[in-house]
């Protein structure tokens, strides 16, 4: 069974940064690309980020590129977010994805 | 940037109802869209990928249809597990793009 595990979410303050986590288990994962999604409070899912299987190609969504780094290790099935610069409006539920396969996210509250 | 248009905004129904939503895309996708609901307080659930295929498990009364601009959720009759939220999401191009979401309600 594909199952994706977020973690890292907590309350940071505006300009702060921090690492989200996903630990990915039931497919291989060298060999899938993944994406990052969100939720903000209220509102539709919005897509993040994406990387591909080998690491070497990263795509960001506008409101993100230059702050969020999207990074994975396949020796741990891992796929990690490095959010810097962080904003009142990246307050929300991140979730990693593979292949229409949501993790239970884990939630960044960006607040003074 | 893909804009998709989904629509309605809202519904309401009844049990055992056959229900349509639809979504139209600012240009061809082809057939690179999927289909969600998603509940309060949980992550979206996907039911259709490729515009037309179902997702293993979902169940078979969830069907879609279209390519190019023009796609279709229907809902073949109703349960009471099927109120929730509906969003279409198109993966043709970055950045992928959802539409505004239909929200199902009861009647």
């Known amino acids: 069974e594909v199952q994706m595990v977020e973690s890292g979410g907590t309350l940071v303050q505006p300009g702060g940064s921090l690492r989200v986590s996903c630990v990915a288990s039931?497919?291989?994962?060298?060999?899938?690309?993944v994406n990052w999604f969100r939720q903000a409070p209220g509102k539709g899912p919005e897509w993040v980020s994406r990387i591909s299987s080998d690491g070497s190609d990263k795509r960001y969504a506008d409101s993100v590129r230059g702050r969020f780094s999207i990074s994975r290790d396949n020796s741990k099935n891992s796929l990690y977010l490095q959010m810097n610069s962080l904003r009142v409006e990246d307050t929300a539920v991140y979730y990693c994805v593979r292949r229409g396969c949501w993790g239970q996210g884990t939630l960044v509250t960006v607040s003074s | 940037d893909i804009q998709m248009t989904q629509s309605p905004s809202s519904l309401s129904a009844s049990v055992g109802d056959r229900v349509t939503i639809t979504c139209r895309a600012s240009q061809d996708i082809r057939n690179d869209l999927g289909w969600y609901h998603q509940k309060p307080g949980k992550a979206p659930k996907r039911l259709i990928y490729?515009?037309?295929s179902l997702q293993s498990g979902a169940p078979s009364r969830f069907s879609g249809s279209g390519s190019g601009t023009e796609f279709t959720l229907t809902i073949s009759s109703l349960q009471p597990e099927d109120f929730a939220t509906y969003y279409c999401?198109?993966?043709?191009?970055?950045?992928?793009?959802f539409g505004q979401g239909t929200k199902l309600e009861i009647k």
């Open positions: 490729g515009a037309s």
């Open positions: 039931g497919f291989i994962f060298s060999t899938s690309e």
């Open positions: 999401l198109q993966y043709n191009a970055y950045p992928f793009t």
